[in-house]
């Protein structure tokens, strides 16, 4: 099997090309029309991409919920995704967006670290209210790591209410055999370390894995694979494929949305 062939995605979405340009309009239209109840660029880190946007609701928040973008560790910041804030925010919660360095300058276990770090400082940012983790693609690979408790300190795990990882990359040892590897430069060893279906003393969170109908067989058995190993919830959406799959988190109405904020 061509792997580079079986974890490509935009040569299977019809107009690929046309979404991040309408990521990005989106996300930009959204900061400007939530400019008064917005924090830009907040730092968690020394780096110059360690930094996360916060977005407040009216009134005192119920929740925080952080968004960890995709793009298989080499493509994206926050900077894309602002507009799927919408949802959590209509239900009064607040909605952080880490950004975080990108492979090859970085290797993935320093990723999440970044994120793990990002998350701590989320945290302390909006006390004594649950959390709730959703990430896209690498990003679900990312949010699914912060439930290791080696990573994230109990005083913030505890606050951990549900972890959606969608679409996400549970097993890392099929990409050893993509040429992206190249880029990751992961061997077998750090390929396990940081695949979540290998991930054993975990924090209680509920987790829901969430997954495109339309998606690639390569991401519906990885979808798969984290649910098995973990027990966890998992969801088929109907009609979404790897690119609109994450487009429910706009709609406060959304199943996706209720299950991040209920």
Not at 139 to 144: D, E, F, P, T
Request: proline content about 7%; some cysteine.
């Amino acid at each position: 099997m061509d792997l580079d062939d079986a974890y490509a995605n935009g040569a299977y979405i019809a107009g690929a090309e046309d979404y991040p340009p309408r990521w990005a309009a989106s996300a930009e239209d959204f900061r400007n029309s939530l400019h008064e109840r917005s924090r830009l660029d907040i730092p968690y880190g020394d780096g110059a991409r360690h930094r996360f946007d916060l977005f407040m609701p009216e009134g005192a928040p119920k929740g925080v919920f952080v968004f960890v973008h995709g793009g298989y560790w080499l493509a994206f910041d926050k900077s894309s995704w602002s507009h799927l804030a919408v949802g959590a925010l209509a239900h009064g919660w607040a909605v952080a967006m880490p950004s975080y360095d990108l492979c090859p300058d970085v290797r993935i276990e320093d990723i999440t670290r970044q994120v793990a770090q990002a998350v701590v400082r989320i945290a302390a940012e909006v006390p004594d209210v649950p959390i709730s983790l959703a990430g896209h693609s690498a990003g679900g690979q990312l949010v699914a790591r912060m439930l290791d408790k080696d990573l994230i300190p109990a005083e913030v795990g505890d606050r951990l209410k549900i972890v959606i990882p969608i679409s996400p990359l549970a097993d890392l040892l099929p990409l050893l055999r993509t040429s992206m590897n190249d880029k990751f430069q992961m061997d077998c060893n750090s390929a396990r370390a940081e695949s979540p279906v290998e991930m054993q003393d975990r924090y209680p969170a509920g987790v829901t894995v969430w997954v495109g109908a339309e998606e690639r067989p390569s991401f519906l058995d990885q979808a798969q694979w984290l649910a098995d190993a973990w027990q966890a919830d998992h969801v088929i959406a109907f009609g979404k494929h790897h690119f609109n799959v994450v487009d429910p988190l706009a709609d406060p109405e959304s199943d996706l949305v209720r299950l991040l904020v209920s």
